[in-house]
Structure formats: structure tokens, C-alpha cells
């Protein structure tokens, strides 16, 4: 398991921005594939989208199609940090978000993966 601390959430409104970071500690990151799901009051916590962390190979992407288009994710291997750029949010983005790792491929299975960040609120008004 690794250490996730999520940070930049907020409120914004309808059509605005913010980046979400994920800090990570721990285990090497090496093959690791690092998501952010979200979970919106009374909802099922859902998938928005990972990154896989192949190093020197490239870095694989998947997103919801909720959020296709609109949201982005990237990694510093640096800083062992993940980034969700969120663009034109709407309302119906309204969540805490969370920053999730797992050993392997890319997933939108909340089960596959074995680390969790504490979570961090996104409010979206219209």
C-alpha cells in the first residue's frame, strides 16, 4: 500500500475550474496505477478516471464518460504526485473526491484498488 493525500478541493461555479492533487508516499509507485473516484451524497462512490504509472513507457489514460473532455489527469513522477484538472464543472459534479492506487492496470472497480486518500470536496453551484 502507499500513503495518498488528496488536496485542492473547493466551491466554484457552474463553468469553473480547480486542480485536484494527490500526494503519494511510501512504496515505489513503479507499475502502480493511480485513480480518482467520486462519491456524491446518497450516491455509490464512481469512477472518474486513472492514470497507469509505466514509467519510461508512457502513461495510459481512462476516463468516465461523464467527465470526458472536461477533466484531466496527469502525474509528476518527481514528486510522486497526481493531478485532476477539472474544467467546466457543472453542478452534477458536486462530490468528495477521492485519490485511490493500485498494483496493475487501469480499473473503474472501487474493489481493485488497496490504497485511499482521506477525500476532498468539490462543490459545484449553479
Known amino acids: 500500500q502507499v500513503q495518498l493525500v488528496e488536496s485542492g478541493g473547493g466551491s466554484v461555479q457552474r463553468g469553473g475550474s480547480l486542480r485536484l492533487s494527490c500526494a503519494a508516499s511510501?512504496?515505489?509507485?513503479?507499475?502502480?496505477?493511480m485513480g480518482w473516484f467520486r462519491q456524491a451524497p446518497g450516491k455509490d462512490r464512481e469512477f472518474v478516471t486513472a492514470?497507469?504509472?509505466?514509467?519510461?513507457?508512457?502513461?495510459?489514460?481512462s476516463y468516465a464518460d461523464s467527465v470526458k473532455g472536461r477533466f484531466s489527469i496527469s502525474r509528476d513522477n518527481t514528486r510522486k504526485t497526481v493531478y485532476l484538472q477539472m474544467n467546466s464543472l457543472k453542478p452534477e459534479d458536486t462530490a468528495v473526491y477521492y485519490c485511490?492506487?493500485?498494483?496493475?492496470?487501469?480499473?473503474?472497480?472501487?474493489?481493485?484498488?488497496?490504497?485511499w486518500g482521506q477525500g476532498t470536496q468539490v462543490t459545484v453551484s449553479s
Open positions: 492514470i497507469r504509472w509505466n514509467g519510461w513507457n508512457g502513461a495510459p489514460t
Open positions: 485511490a492506487s493500485r498494483v496493475g492496470e487501469i480499473t473503474d472497480r472501487t474493489y481493485g484498488y488497496d490504497s
Open positions: 511510501g512504496r515505489t509507485l513503479s507499475s502502480r496505477t
